[in-house]
């Protein structure tokens, strides 16, 4: 997850209320003043995709390249390359490779490990991405991205809780200075960054929501008291990650009194309990038993390996019993 979070209890608290109430507040820069920001549902963006098909035609008929066209006309002027477009895309397709290697390690070391080859190679897939960007100049994708963005802007920005007075009316937002779009459009991606994919895992996993949706019992849609068509996009992907932590906390071992220090602590620990389940039943499927002990975990790792009816295998406690240890009994003690 990344450093950035918003982790501790507090917090997520704060941000749990904002999803229930479906607005987000926050306040301009420029001028101080609070605006509060309606949460997107999928009526929403639905009319967000439709508004960008539009300005998409309206854009070509400007005379506008699309992508694929100014792409080739780039790599025809030698602004670009085909070796350079398909490293990019070899790059991508790597990064994504070990990005789903490190979702299935169990063990810090090896996540540490990978992310020494990931984060250069994200850097490079940046660094190319922008040239790439600067090489191609507008295209009618990136125009018609840029005013559905403004179009939601506009449709999102409330003068108060109800959302019932819009902050700018058409007429308003066409008279702004492009650094207030900016500062716009800012304060929109800041929002969707409170309620990111990582961070709706650690609000689901805080015991003020899951102590709640455990009473809800199967009909999670009853937690809002809505039809799941009116739901916002952040409550159905709160009660998607509710669902994902009911199943897995009723399921695993309880977690020890310290990991309940932040919400991380707390899903890294289930997240373990996952990863080893998953682990445990491959091994199972193989014919092979439980009790491996698991290279390069640390102390708190093998507990959180360790099951009621099974040890965690201590490699040096076995190697003094036999006298040694070689490496083919290292492995098929390791299931390999």
């Known amino acids: 997850m990344p450093n950035d979070l918003k982790n501790s209890y507090k917090e997520c608290k704060k941000l749990y209320r904002d999803i229930i109430f479906g607005f987000s507040e926050k306040r301009f820069e420029f001028s101080k003043k609070k605006v509060y920001l309606k949460h ?20 070509q008929e400007k005379g506008l390249k699309s992508e694929e066209g100014a792409l080739e006309f780039a790599i025809e002027q030698d602004l670009w390359s085909k070796e350079k477009e398909e490293e990019l895309e070899r790059s991508k397709e790597r990064l994504k490779t070990l990005e789903l290697t490190k979702d299935k390690l169990i063990i810090k070391k090896q996540v540490d490990s ?21 090489h191609i100049g ?4 990136t125009f018609s991205s840029k005013k559905a963005n ?10 108060d809780k109800a959302l019932s007075k819009p902050f700018f009316s058409e007429e308003d937002f066409d008279l702004l200075e492009q650094e207030e779009v900016s500062e716009c459009l800012s304060l929109y991606a800041e929002m969707y960054e409170d309620f990111s994919s990582d961070q709706m895992k650690l609000i689901a996993i805080c ?22 068509v009116e739901l916002t996009n952040f409550q159905t992907s709160l009660l998607s990650s509710g669902r994902y932590y009911k199943s897995l906390i009723s399921n695993s071992k309880s977690a020890p009194e310290e990991y309940y220090e932040t919400p991380k602590k707390l899903t890294e620990w289930y997240h373990l309990q996952d990863k080893t389940q998953a682990v445990k039943d491959s091994m199972e499927s193989k014919g092979e038993a439980g009790g491996k002990s698991i290279v390069g975990a640390n102390r708190k790792e093998l507990e959180a390996l360790e099951t009621e009816e099974e040890g965690v295998i201590d490699l040096n406690a076995i190697a003094q019993e036999k006298g040694s240890l070689d490496f083919d009994e290292i492995l098929k003690l390791h299931g390999i």
Do not use: W
């Not at 549902?41 to 854009?59: P, R, V, W």
């Not at 190679?121 to 991405?129: A, G, I, R, S, T």
């Not at 507008?138 to 994708?141: I, K, N, R, V, Y």
């Open 207 to 228: 015991p003020f929501f899951m102590n709640n949706f455990y009473l809800c019992g199967e009909n999670a849609a009853n937690f809002f008291r809505k039809p799941i």
């Open 114 to 134: 990978l992310m020494e080859d990931i984060k250069p190679l994200e850097d490079k897939v940046f660094l190319l991405n922008h040239e790439r960007t600067e």
């Open 138 to 141: 507008l295209t009618a994708e």
């Open 40 to 59: 997107p549902n999928e009526i929403d963006s639905g009319e967000s995709d439709k508004k960008q098909e539009d300005y998409f035609f309206l854009a």
């Open 150 to 159: 403004e179009y939601t802007i506009q449709q999102s920005f409330f003068k």
